[in-house]
């Protein structure tokens, strides 16, 4: 009988272990996926348990996605100025000694020297932008854009409205027109079509044309 007891008791404590060690584990393990939240999936990169050559994601990525991330713990600065004598478990404050009283506010006065009032810097530090009007306005006139404009729709169109048709035929009952230079009563000048140099027997000083001899 007692050692059936004994034995029922052994197992029960086994199994007690064993429950507080899976526990234990779960709890290791709910506290790394929360520390190591930033490796989880997103919908553009797949994480490191989330591997594309696997048919279902890793159990620990799934941990991920229904786990918090960790907050971040403000570590508590060590004032240089407490004594190890009142570190003890036993104080929550260190002794204070001294019994001088707090020093007064300081109060806004102005300062001393040739320096401007407050209320008038700030009022020209934010006072509103006034730009002239240089710079408001535009760096082309109305005249020069329409100048502008004008000279690129001359440079756009023709310059004349009769198409050239490069046929034989088509020119046959047009009626020649003669230039102006050409159709003056003075006739056209020889210059250039019999001649390259301008005669004026008038002032010759002698009847023939004088030669060079070399």
């Not at 490191?48 to 048919?55: A, E, G, H, L, M």
């Not at 994601?57 to 941990?63: A, F, I, K, Q, T």
């Not at 006739?187 to 004026?200: D, I, L």
Request: positive net charge; aromatic residues 10%.
């Amino acid at each position: 009988y007692y050692r059936n007891e004994l034995q029922e008791y052994t197992e029960m404590k086994e199994n007690e272990e064993k429950r507080k060690d899976l526990e234990k584990k779960e709890k290791e393990k709910k506290y790394q996926a929360r520390k190591m939240h930033y490796l989880l999936s997103t919908e553009q990169i797949a994480g490191i348990y989330n591997s594309p050559f696997r048919k279902s994601p890793d159990p620990m990525e799934l941990l991920l996605r229904n786990s918090k991330p960790l907050s971040h713990r403000r570590q508590q600065m060590k004032s240089p100025f407490t004594s190890e004598l009142y570190d003890w478990p036993t104080c929550t404050r260190p002794l204070i000694l001294s019994t001088e009283q707090p020093l007064p506010p300081i109060g806004r006065q102005k300062p001393q020297g040739p320096f401007r009032d407050t209320a008038e810097v700030l009022r020209q530090r934010y006072k509103p932008l006034e730009p002239t009007l240089r710079v408001a306005a535009s760096i082309n006139s109305p005249l020069e854009k329409a100048r502008e404009e004008m000279k690129k729709e001359e440079w756009r169109n023709r310059i004349h409205d009769n198409e050239f048709l490069p046929f034989s035929s088509y020119h046959k009952n047009e009626k020649y027109d003669p230039s102006i230079h050409r159709s003056g009563k003075y006739g056209q000048e020889t210059y250039g079509t019999k001649h390259f140099r301008e005669v004026q027997p008038e002032k010759w000083v002698a009847d023939k044309v004088s030669h060079s001899i070399f």
